[in-house]
Nanobody, 123 residues
């Protein structure tokens, strides 16, 4: 397993941007597909985006398509989530997660999770 630490959350006005980072420990980062999930108060944790081992495939939930971009740098053991045109409904705790297979939407297949970073978008 890998250990994951997210950073980059904060408070931003609607229409603004944030870039989240997730640093993984361990030498096997490039073996993992990576995903971003989010959880708003009182709601289930939901899928946001995922990227394959080599970065060639990316999948997004419909509500963020065209606004968010997931990317990875295997040399830096880091996965990113660039979030543009943020909306108040994007407010949530954002988690990165690692999976040994590319199963973007399935929370249960992710074996490692970070502690989360808060993103708050004001209107």
């Amino acid at each position: 397993q890998v250990q994951l630490v997210e950073s980059g959350g904060g408070l931003v006005q609607a229409g603004g941007s944030l870039r989240l980072s997730c640093l993984a420990s361990g030498r096997t980062f490039s073996s993992y597909a990576m995903g971003w999930f989010r959880q708003a108060p009182g709601k289930e944790r939901e899928f946001v985006a995922a990227i394959s081992w080599e970065g060639g495939r990316a999948v997004y939930v419909d509500s963020v398509k065209g606004r968010f971009t997931i990317a990875r740098d295997n040399a830096k053991n880091t996965v990113y989530l660039q979030m543009n045109s943020l909306k108040p409904e994007d407010t949530a705790v954002y988690y990165c997660a690692a999976a040994l297979k590319f199963v973007p939407y399935s929370k249960d297949d992710y074996t490692s999770w970070g502690q989360g970073t808060q993103v708050t978008v004001s209107s």
